[in-house]
């Protein structure tokens, strides 16, 4: 039985001389397995569309948990991904995301057109790679079931704030009477290692934020795809916002990413 569908390849590893292993993110079958016979060769039909971050469509023949490519046909190659080595770096680095955080037999409708919108904004050049990188990384861990609540205040339920208190961890907001009330059982758990930057071991992160990076997280949330990284931030708004997102993905996937450390080391 064959099945048609359109896929964004994540990774490619060479298996043997002339083929490869594809790892493809679908919207209907979730992150698939797909085996890419011959298409090393130049002269293959499946060379042009099963590079990484290709997104084409194929016709698939399942065998066991692989499918194997019957056809194959490129619908966008990106290949603007490589005209800078800060761009290169960030998609690889969505692209470990998207498939560290995709599962098998799911519909990943979302967190595909997320991946596309980023590789596109990036290819194209057309927003600043650290809103891509953030946005990335908040919205993608949401799709992961990681929401942070919005409503205000999880103390008190005050809102709007002059300054916000956003603990990473639990994904709740304080205010700051119910932050510093808190504060000394923030500090009786857990060790403080970072005052300035108000870092705590194990089990508080706790940010301050000012309102603008409140409510570019919000915008991030719950804006439509198509305007996602339509937005800007002064320069230290920006930083905190960056920072905010990518101290929450990581503290909820519980690993650390190699390509983060690369594209940090090109960017710095």
Do not use: W
């Not at 890419?36 to 698939?60: M, N, Q």
């Not at 046909?73 to 800078?84: H, Q, V, Y």
């Not at 009330?181 to 301050?208: C, P, W």
């Not at 101290?247 to 090109?266: A, N, P, Q």
Request: a negative charge; glycine letters at 6%; one cysteine or more.
């Amino acid at each position: 039985m064959l099945i048609t569908a359109k896929g964004l390849v994540l990774r490619e590893t060479p298996v043997g001389e002339f083929d490869k292993m594809l790892t493809v993110l679908t919207a209907e079958y979730g992150k698939i397995s797909v085996f890419a016979r011959g298409a090393v060769r130049i002269k293959s039909p499946y060379f042009v569309s099963t590079h990484l971050f290709c997104y084409s469509e194929f016709v698939l023949r399942k065998s066991t948990d692989i499918f194997y490519i019957s056809e194959v046909s490129l619908i966008e190659g990106f290949f603007g991904l490589r005209n800078t080595l800060e761009g290169s770096a960030l998609a690889n680095y969505i692209a470990d995301i998207a498939r560290d955080i995709s599962t098998e037999n799911t519909n990943e409708e979302k967190l595909l057109r997320l991946t596309l919108n980023a590789l596109y904004a990036i290819s194209k050049a057309q927003k600043p790679l650290p809103i891509i990188k953030a946005v990335f990384e908040l919205r993608s861990v949401c799709y992961a079931g990681f929401l942070p609540r919005l409503g205000g205040c999880n103390g008190c339920g005050k809102a709007p704030l002059e300054t916000y208190f956003f603990d990473i961890s639990d994904g709740v907001f304080f205010c700051d009477d119910c932050y510093h009330a808190r504060e000394k059982l923030f500090l009786t758990q857990s060790e403080k290692v970072n005052e300035a930057e108000g870092i705590y071991a194990d089990t508080h992160i706790i940010m301050q934020i000012s309102p603008s990076v409140f409510s570019a997280v919000i915008y991030a949330l719950s804006s439509p795809m198509e305007r996602i990284f339509s937005f800007t931030l002064e320069s230290d708004a920006l930083r905190d916002f960056s920072s905010l997102c990518e101290k929450y993905i990581l503290c909820h996937l519980e690993r650390d990413f190699k390509t983060l450390d690369f594209y940090k080391s090109v960017i710095n």
